[in-house]
């Protein structure tokens, strides 16, 4: 990891994504003790200007951000921080410093997606989806068949738990399915592109 901290007096501008989301929480400074602490902990801290110290975000307030990622720009002047808030970011109690809500969790998908590449790739006798990867894409494709029903026949009741647990079912036998046909998701999303594009 490259950062040229000398073309700003010390400091390098964090910005800090959701790791889940995408969404942009939040940007401070780091000094290179900052992002040393920042490492070390697992915790985002920053160098605070107004404070003239290190500030490690949710020392007083409990919100915590985890550090999943640390990655820096082409020219070594910007960090990115990936991380798990545990609470609004923002001291006015918002979601992100710039008032935006960040609810999404649809993100958690491509994490499953490569979650789901490595029980494929590596294999451990312990792991379902390994198991199931083993056993052929025939069985693959009839668990796919049997969640689907099971999701039917939720959708007739009115218990929120179970109907919720089915939808989970099928849309992880669903990823595992694309999975071992060698597809990706994304292959799926162009063709609903190009549906809506027709329009
Ligand atoms: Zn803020």
Redesign the pocket.
């Known amino acids: 990891m490259n950062i040229d901290f000398t073309k700003m007096n010390g400091l390098v501008p964090a910005i800090v994504q959701d790791a889940l989301s995408g969404k942009v929480l939040?940007q401070g400074y780091m000094n290179e003790e900052a992002l040393a602490k920042t490492k070390e902990t697992g915790m985002v801290t920053f160098f605070s200007r107004s404070k003239d110290r290190l500030w490690t975000k949710g020392e007083t307030s409990g919100n915590f951000m985890e550090v999943v990622s640390i990655a820096v720009d082409c020219d070594g002047d910007s960090i990115l921080v990936k991380a798990n808030p545990r609470g609004p970011?923002?001291?006015?109690g918002?979601d992100t410093?710039w008032d935006e809500e960040n609810t999404s969790k649809t993100g958690f998908i491509d994490q499953l997606r490569s979650i789901i590449k490595d029980r494929k790739n590596n294999p451990s006798d312990k792991s379902y989806t390994a198991s199931l990867f083993a056993k052929g894409i025939n069985k693959v494709a009839q668990k796919v068949g049997e969640e689907a029903v099971e999701i039917v026949i939720e959708a007739k009741d009115d218990n929120k738990e179970l109907f919720l647990g089915e939808a989970a079912d099928l849309l992880f036998h669903y990823l595992v399915l694309l999975e071992a046909k060698g597809y990706e998701l994304d292959e799926v999303m162009d063709v609903l592109i190009q549906r809506h594009q027709k329009k």
Do not use: A, D, E, L
């Open positions: 939040m970011v923002c001291h006015t918002s410093c």
